[in-house]
């Protein structure tokens, strides 16, 4: 393996707070060691579009606390193609580029493994989702912040339901994950999570109705996570108000506040931990893989397993929410 000089930062997907924190760790990590440093801008098109700039320390200056990321994001389909990707590699090269560290998704490092493979190129990602939909780790930069941006409107939501004796179904992100829906509905007190890895029927609504809204309170707050296979928290709302039309049931869409925001301090501390461990990887001559943190620990996780071994959902949790909730 040739040597490497030079460390290119992209950030890719969905944007997610903490990422600023990541792309300050890796930068500065990098010129302590010795390396050089370029930031690719949005993502993957950025490398196809060849916009790259040299990073020295003082870029990342002044930007843990920020929200979003400096580097921009996109969603970028030329890079699903093997003629962008061929572009990508020529203009990464081009710029000096001997290796990649990628912040994002599981779409993020799906493609980091494919263009890896394809031309042989050592990438380390870390995990930059509010959803935590990846594998082989326990938290990704930007959860912890989604997770508390969303507790504290569920907070605001809660007065209003409670004066208005209203039954909420408050609708989070989380792709098809059912995390967010489910550990934010432990943090706010919700009544209910409806997740994707749970069968939802108009029965469990039903019963959650009769059992605990009708007979004990008078709101409710029902987080749910989106779905496009059920409707989401719109879908579900319009059941009920068919069904129980005698409930005052409204629907809240929280939707992209979710990912702004300044980080949270453990986001930020798991940016930097992550950060410096993905320098710490090719320093060591590892490459695709993600940096995890699994019980604490830092780990490396192969892309393979982080793309597709998505973590369970804990039943306890789901078990716990319906306990507290009666
Ligand atoms: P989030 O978790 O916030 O949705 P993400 O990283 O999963 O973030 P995606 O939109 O799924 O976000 O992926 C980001 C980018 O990664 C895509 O726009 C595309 O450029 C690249 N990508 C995704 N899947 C592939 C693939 N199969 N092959 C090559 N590139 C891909």
Do not use: W
């Not at 493994?113 to 959803?131: K, N, Y």
């Not at 992100?173 to 919700?190: C, I």
Request: glycine residues 12%; charged residues 20%.
């Amino acid at each position: 393996m040739a040597t490497i000089k030079c460390i290119g930062i992209l950030t890719s997907g969905g944007d997610a707070p903490g990422m600023n924190a990541a792309i300050r760790a890796v930068t500065r990590s990098a010129i302590y060691h010795g390396f050089t440093v370029k930031g690719i801008m949005r993502g993957y098109k950025g490398l196809i579009t060849n916009e790259i700039v040299d990073f020295g320390s003082q870029s990342v200056s002044n930007i843990i606390q920020l929200g979003g990321t400096i580097l921009k994001t996109a969603r970028c389909s030329e890079f699903t193609t093997s003629e962008g990707r061929k572009v990508a590699y020529d203009n990464m090269r081009a710029a000096g580029i001997d290796a990649l560290v990628v912040i994002g998704g599981d779409g993020s490092l799906t493609g980091a493994s494919i263009f890896a493979q394809e031309f042989d190129v050592p990438i380390i990602g870390l995990p930059g989702t509010i959803d935590r939909d990846l594998g082989g780790t326990d938290h990704t930069i930007g959860y912890d912040t989604a997770l508390n941006t969303i507790m504290e409107s569920v907070d605001k939501l809660r007065d209003t339901a409670s004066s208005h004796e209203r039954l909420f179904f408050v609708e989070v992100m989380g792709h098809t994950a059912g995390y967010l829906a489910l550990n934010s509905a432990l943090a706010s007190g919700a009544e209910a999570a409806i997740i994707p890895e749970m069968e939802t029927e108009v029965d469990q609504l039903a019963e959650l109705i009769n059992h605990g809204f009708r007979k004990s309170k008078n709101s409710a707050i029902v987080i749910v996570a989106e779905n496009p296979a059920t409707g989401g928290a719109t879908g579900l709302a319009e059941r009920v108000k068919k069904e129980f039309p005698q409930y005052d049931a409204r629907v809240t869409i929280l939707g992209h506040l979710q990912r702004g925001g300044s980080p949270t301090a453990r986001d930020r501390i798991l940016a930097s931990r992550m950060g410096e461990a993905a320098v710490e990887a090719i320093l060591e001559g590892q490459r695709n893989v993600m940096i995890g943190i699994e019980k604490g620990e830092l780990t490396y996780v192969p892309f393979s397993k982080a793309i597709n071994h998505r973590k369970a959902i804990d039943r306890d949790d789901i078990d716990l929410v319906k306990i507290l909730s009666i």
